[in-house]
C-alpha cells in the first residue's frame, strides 16, 4: 500500500513538471528578453525589502522515550524550566517537591531507560548547573555535596 501511495505521488509530481505546475519559476521566454540590438528599456528601481526578521528562538521542547512496551513524553518550558508529562493524551504539570519556582535559566530535560519499562528524568539548568530528578512525579532538586576531606593514614607520621 504505502509503494502505491508513493507510486501515485511520484507519478503526480511528475505531471506537474510537465505541465508547468511546478513550484519552480519558469525562465522567461525569448520574446519576452530584449533583443541585443533594442536599446533597455528603463526599469523602476528595485524596491527596498525589509530586513529578514529574526526567528524567536524556540521556548518549548518536547523530549520522548520509547520502551518496551510503552513511551513517555515530557514538555517544557527552555527558559522558565516548568515542565509537563503526558497523561491520558494529555500534559499533566510537574510541581515542584519544595513547592520554589526554579530561576530563570537555560533548562533542559533528559530522559534516560532504567529497566525494561522503567524511566528516569532529569533537568538541568544549563546556565547555572542546578539539577533537578523526577521522584514521585515531583522535581526533587539534586544537591552538590561538599567533597570528602583526605583520609589520613595511621602509619604515616609527619
Given amino acids: 500500500m504505502k509503494r502505491m501511495v508513493l507510486w501515485l505521488g511520484l507519478l503526480a509530481l511528475a505531471a506537474s513538471a510537465q505541465r ?21 528599456k528603463a526599469t523602476e528601481p528595485a524596491k527596498a525589502t525589509e530586513p529578514a526578521k529574526p526567528t524567536e528562538p524556540a521556548v518549548f521542547e518536547v523530549v520522548l522515550l520509547s520502551l518496551k512496551g510503552d513511551w513517555q513524553a515530557m514538555r517544557y518550558h527552555t527558559e522558565s524550566g516548568a515542565a509537563w508529562y503526558a497523561f491520558q493524551g494529555n500534559w499533566k504539570p510537574v510541581p515542584e517537591a519544595d513547592d520554589a519556582k526554579p530561576p530563570a535559566g537555560d533548562y533542559r530535560i533528559h530522559l534516560s531507560q532504567t529497566g525494561e519499562n522503567d524511566w528516569i528524568a532529569i533537568r538541568v539548568d544549563r546556565k547555572s548547573g542546578r539539577t533537578w530528578r523526577l521522584a514521585a512525579l515531583k522535581w526533587a532538586e539534586m544537591k552538590v555535596l561538599e567533597p570528602e576531606p583526605p583520609k589520613q593514614r595511621p602509619d604515616l607520621k609527619l
Avoid at 20 to 40: I, L
Fill in 20 to 40: 508547468g505546475h511546478c513550484d519552480e519559476p519558469k525562465p522567461p521566454d525569448a520574446a519576452e528578453q530584449p533583443k541585443a540590438t533594442e536599446p533597455a
